[in-house]
T-cell receptor
Framework: AQSVTQLGSHVSVSEGALVLLRCNYS??????LFWYVQYPNQGLQLLLK??????LVKGINGFEAEFKKSETSFHLTKPSAHMSDAAEYFC??????????FGSGTRLLVRP | DSGVTQTPKHLITATGQRVTLRCSPR?????VYWYQQSLDQGLQFLIQ???????AKGNILERFSAQQFPDLHSELNLSSLELGDSALYFC??????????????FGSGTRLTVV
């Protein structure tokens, strides 16, 4: 069965600092992995997805993630945090029935 | 606008009551997925439909049921509501299963408050 684990329920960074949100996956087959962002009182917006093409995936709003099979990781990064990045971020893996299995989420706080 | 429409956006109802949440998928998407988001449980998969047929079931309570209609819209019915059913209910749609397309689009959700 597929699953994802997000390390750190809360991450706090200063504006302009590197953002690193961690996600580790478990999958018995080559995984399809996703990062979604949820702003307060809003739905889920796709940031980026890995579908077995390039291991470094670029997404919207300057975010990118690198698929590392040896580490079973798919960490999300952004070189310079902006105040508008404050939100909750979810990592997800597609399972064998094509539904998404989500991690528990990481709330990103950006300090001025 | 993501293309997935959920109605209503907010719903306040009393314990013991029954409500229906509606989802219209993005044009061309055949699969619909329902998720429940609560503070203590996170994002939990409830049920999936593909072209009118149930494809997968998650941790969906027996008091909850869903269906997908011929026009592909879906409804989630919640009955005998309890305080613990208060949550944000999301619908998502996708064109899978179809090799090569892995887009999942989420609606803005229905916030259910049971009082």
């Amino acid at each position: 069965a597929q699953s994802v684990t997000q390390l750190g329920s809360h991450v706090s960074v200063s504006e302009g600092a590197l953002v690193l949100l961690r996600c580790n996956y478990s999958s018995s087959v080559p995984p399809y992995l996703f990062w979604y962002v949820q702003y307060p009182n809003q739905g889920l917006q796709l940031l980026l997805k890995y579908t077995s093409a390039a291991t470094l995936v670029k997404g919207i709003n300057g975010f990118e993630a690198e698929f590392k099979k040896s580490e079973t990781s798919f960490h999300l990064t952004k070189p310079s945090a902006h105040m508008s990045d404050a939100a909750e971020y979810f990592c997800a893996v597609r399972d064998s029935s094509y539904k998404l299995i989500f991690g528990s989420g990481t709330r990103l706080l950006v300090r001025p | 606008d993501s293309g997935v429409t959920q109605t209503p956006k907010h719903l306040i109802t009393a314990t013991g009551q029954r409500v229906t949440l509606r989802c219209s998928p993005r044009s061309g998407d055949l699969s619909v997925y329902w998720y429940q988001q609560s503070l203590d449980q996170g994002l939990q998969f409830l049920i999936q439909y593909y072209n009118g047929e149930e494809r997968a079931k998650g941790n969906i309570l027996e008091r909850f049921s869903a269906q997908q209609f011929p026009d592909l819209h879906s409804e989630l019915n919640l009955s005998s509501l309890e305080l613990g059913d208060s949550a944000l209910y999301f619908c998502a749609s996708s064109v899978v299963p179809r090799t090569g397309d892995y887009g999942y689009t989420f609606g803005s959700g229905t916030r259910l408050t049971v009082v």
